[in-house]
């Protein structure tokens, strides 16, 4: 088992662009930056995931650069940008450039992509779960070698989040390119998880201290189910919220925990 080590705890907000307007999304942006949020992360979605299937909805990559410029502090980033809808080379100057705007505050969330209704409606070809895996494994490599022959070079080392829990082809993907992994469950399954990143991080010769731990939570309780993913060395605790309101009272309470720990 991984410990989180000296990594201070991150709270993140998963902004769901949907069901809501451009101004309450911008608005709600800011309103968490204010609140001391540490990551505002939008998601890749051409449709909403839950309520009204053809509700507002607004594309993710054109968000994260106007948040480039509507934040001055916070991290921003897709949880997680689909594999399947950029070509690897314009996604790593795609992100360069918010990169620039943003002076440095962009992390790089990836993943293999799910939601079929997204490729359907928009002309991507589908394929298989493991075809999808596939190319992200392809992708990955070609991202960070644009990023090496791009002028200007990025701010900094862009950090690449993987979002999955896949064991076999995932999780080795994380060991071998991610700076953070993103995933889901209770304590058990991420226990599990973490215990096969941890596996996959000795095969490749990687310290897994060098990866950061990201999971949803929905709790309303921080103290319990935070002590537990702390445990197993989760130190970034991301909580969603939707339109049209968009409810941040989860969000303070995780921000009210994470500055009791951090101190």
């Known amino acids: 088992m991984t410990s989180a080590g000296n990594r201070p705890v991150r709270i993140g907000l998963q902004l769901q662009p949907q069901h809501a307007d451009y101004a309450t999304i911008r608005r709600t942006a800011s309103e968490a930056e204010n609140l001391g949020v540490d990551i505002v992360f939008n998601w890749d979605h051409f449709y909403p995931l839950f309520g009204e299937p053809e509700g507002q909805h607004f594309e993710c990559w054109t968000m994260l650069g106007a948040w480039a410029e509507s934040t001055s502090r916070v991290e921003i980033g897709a949880l997680v940008t689909c594999n399947s809808y950029r070509n690897p080379e314009l996604l790593a100057d795609m992100a360069r450039t918010v990169d620039h705007i ?100 000795a095969d490749l010769g990687r310290d897994p201290a060098e990866i950061e731990r990201s999971v949803g939570v929905q709790s309303d309780d921080p103290a319990e189910l935070g002590a537990k993913l702390l445990d197993l060395g989760v130190t970034t605790f991301t909580i969603g919220a939707s339109g049209p309101d968009y409810d941040l009272d989860r969000l303070k309470t995780w921000i009210a925990w994470r500055d009791k720990i951090n101190g």
Do not use: M
């Not at 079929?116 to 928009?122: I, N, P, R």
């Not at 896949?166 to 226990?191: C, M, N, R, S």
């Open 102 to 201: 943003s002076g440095g505050r962009l992390i790089l969330g990836i993943g293999s992509g799910w939601f079929e209704k997204d490729y359907e409606e928009y002309g991507y070809e589908f394929g298989t779960a493991g075809g999808r895996l596939d190319d992200l494994g392809e992708a990955l490599p070609r991202i960070e070698s644009r990023w090496s022959k791009l002028n200007p070079a990025p701010t900094r080392k862009i950090p690449v989040l993987i979002g999955g829990g896949g064991e076999k082809k995932t999780l080795k993907f994380v060991a071998k390119h991610a700076d953070i992994w993103h995933g889901f469950g209770d304590p058990e399954v991420v226990e599990r998880k973490v215990a096969v990143l941890d596996q996959h991080c």
